[in-house]
């Protein structure tokens, strides 16, 4: 099995997820200051839409793009809930569809999602100037989820091509007896 770049393996997830919604990531929340002057906000990998909810309410314009469309349904089914408006685009990351959006971001968000480190460069074009990247994922591999692999976690050497980036701030922390590190590049 392969975790994170099995379409359909999230697309059953999702399908058999109840009608509730995952809270937001506490470290996106707790990083708020970085995104303050950014408008338009892409959640890449973002599933059904935890954190692209999230940053909808406090009022950027955000753009999510997954692989699942099951994922994709089920943020949609939630931004209509909420009345809240949050464009979305089935995008497989593995092959480098991304490439072909026509836009550009304030910022950009990866959670629990490894990019194939030569994508980093390519997603930074994305960004405007000055524009930031977050990316947040496992360090370790977790004790209470067999579904995480050697493969899943980030290191420093998967940003080796952002040599001409600035990393602003990184973060190792624990969460729920889980091992993670969140990276702040500024384009």
Known sequence: ???????????????????NLMKHERCLEEDLSFFESKKAILDVASGDGRNALYLTRL?????AIDFSAEALKRLNYFAQEENLAIRTSLVNLCEDEFSNLC??????????????????????????????????????????????????????????C??????????????????????????
Request: charged residues 30%; glycine residues 4%; proline residues 4%.
């Open 162 to 187: 952002m040599e001409l980036q600035k990393l602003v701030d990184k973060k190792e922390y624990r969460y729920h007896n889980n091992l993670f590190v969140r990276y702040i590049w500024v384009k």
């Open 59 to 63: 009022g950027f314009e955000v753009y």
């Open 1 to 19: 099995m392969n975790y994170m770049g099995n379409r359909c393996w999230w697309d059953e997830r999702f399908k058999s997820r109840t009608q």
């Open 103 to 160: 836009m550009k971001f304030d910022a950009i968000i990866i959670n629990h999602y490894r990019l194939p480190k030569k994508l980093y460069k390519k997603i930074m074009d994305l960004l405007n100037p000055k524009g930031i990247l977050w990316v947040n994922g496992f360090m370790k591999i977790p004790e209470d989820n067999p579904n995480v692999t050697e493969n899943d976690l980030l290191y420093d050497t998967d940003f080796e």
